[in-house]
Each structure stands twice: as C-alpha cells, then as structure tokens.
C-alpha cells in the first residue's frame, strides 16, 4: 500500500534556529498538506498546497511558516525562527482529489521539540 | 466556522465488550464525515467516511458509524471491541462547500483490557 513518507521522525532544535519538516507524498496524488498536533491537543490544520501554491492556510501558519515543492516528489515545511509553542506532532497528508473523496493518507509524523 | 466536539476523552473497555464514542460537529451546511484511527506509534489512518447516501456507514475492522443529521451526530460504534483496537480515534469534518481542509474532534483514547 503506498505510503507518505515524513523525515525526519524526531528533530529536537533550539529555540530561534529554522528547521525543515520533509515529506514525500504518494506519487498520483495532487492535494498537500501539513496539520501538528500539540501534545495533549487536537489535530490542526495547518495549510493545503495544489498546483503549487497554497490553496488554504489557517490562522497558525503566519510568516514564520513556508510550504514548498521543491522537486516532483518533496513537499517540505519550513519554520523559519522556532518557538517554544512549535513543539508538536508534524504531519504530511496528501489525497488524490480536493474533496478527500479517498480519504488523506497521513504520514507518521515529525516529532519536533523546541528547546 | 466549523468543529467538532467528541465526548469522551478517555473509555477503557474489557475486549468483546460494545463501543460507542460521540461525536458532535456544528457546520451550517453540508458535511463529509470521517473517523481517523492512530495506534501507537503509528500514523492516522482512515476507519470510515460519510459523504452522502445511506447514513450507516461501514468501515475497516469491524467498525461502523450513523450519521444522523437532526443530531448533527456521527457516532462510531463495534459490537464487540478487542485488545488490538487499543488506539486513539478522531472524528473529523470536511465542508463540502469548498476547500480541503479536515477539522478534528479532540480526540478518544480507548484502551482495551484482556
């Protein structure tokens, strides 16, 4: 079964360094995405990425943040200045169709820690 | 603005026993509904989706869920739970009236005992 692929699984960084969160989607699918998961807290959304521009972000993902496809199969996160507060659970979905119709498939996660 | 709301935070069960966790969402239109499974250590993975058609809807390993609109209500149930549906499940919305973006409940832990 095809997978999305995270690295790194684990990432302990100081505070105000910039960190890069790596995915590698399913290869058909179109629809990128990035949600954390705060220790203890809800799964949040973060932003959606099609045609190479993002197609919706929330109110989380503020200048500090930036999506990008560098290559036909990476789809990075990039925290430029990291906070205390960024410590979560990182997680790459991608899906076939807008509408999640299939369903996203999640990758493992990126435990980042912000010391 | 939509959300969803699930009840219960943690349930502990003894295997064969039934399970029903809530889930609640406010969104004034049109709904897909899903519920998301994590075993430890593992990724989320898809249990069951709602889009449209019968409100039972059946899923993987046994699990279903009834969408019942007046109640703005996607229940998840299994007749009979086992040690391996240890886990936490999410229940998430997706508004069908644009953009892509799931919300998620705050999430159930359910460990099941032997």
């Known amino acids: 079964e095809p997978e999305v692929t995270q690295t790194p699984s684990h990432q302990v960084t100081q505070m105000g360094q910039e960190v890069i969160l790596r995915c590698v989607p399913i290869?058909?699918?179109?629809?990128f995405y990035w949600y954390r998961q705060i220790l203890g807290q809800k799964v949040e959304f973060l932003v959606s990425?099609?045609?190479?521009?993002?197609?919706?972000k929330s109110e989380i993902f503020d200048d500090q943040f930036s999506v990008e496809r560098p290559d036909g199969s990476n789809f990075t996160l990039k925290i430029r200045s990291t906070k205390l507060e960024d410590s979560a659970m990182y997680f790459c979905?991608?899906?076939?169709?807008?509408?999640?119709?299939?369903?996203?498939?999640f990758g493992s996660g990126t435990r980042l820690t912000v010391v | 603005a939509q959300s969803v709301s699930q009840h219960n935070h943690h349930v502990i069960l003894s295997e064969a026993a039934s399970l029903e966790l809530g889930c609640n969402y406010s969104?004034?239109?049109?709904?897909?509904l899903f519920w998301y499974v994590q075993y430890p250590g593992q990724h989320l993975q898809l249990l069951l989706k709602?889009?449209?058609?019968?409100?039972l809807v059946k899923g993987i390993k046994g699990f279903e869920a009834e969408f019942i609109k007046s109640k703005f209500s996607f229940n998840l149930r299994k007749p009979s739970v086992q040690w391996s549906d240890t886990a936490e499940y999410f229940c998430?919305?997706?508004?069908?009236?644009?953009?892509?973006?799931?919300?998620f409940g705050t999430g159930t832990q359910l460990k099941v005992e032997l």
């Open positions: 979905a991608s899906s076939v169709a807008g509408q999640g119709h299939h369903g996203y498939t």
């Open positions: 290869s058909n699918h179109l629809y």
């Open positions: 990425f099609y045609n190479n521009e993002i197609s919706e």
């Open positions: 969104y004034g239109g049109t709904v897909n």
């Open positions: 709602y889009f449209s058609g019968d409100p």
């Open positions: 998430a919305v997706m508004s069908t009236g644009g953009g892509n973006k799931l919300t």
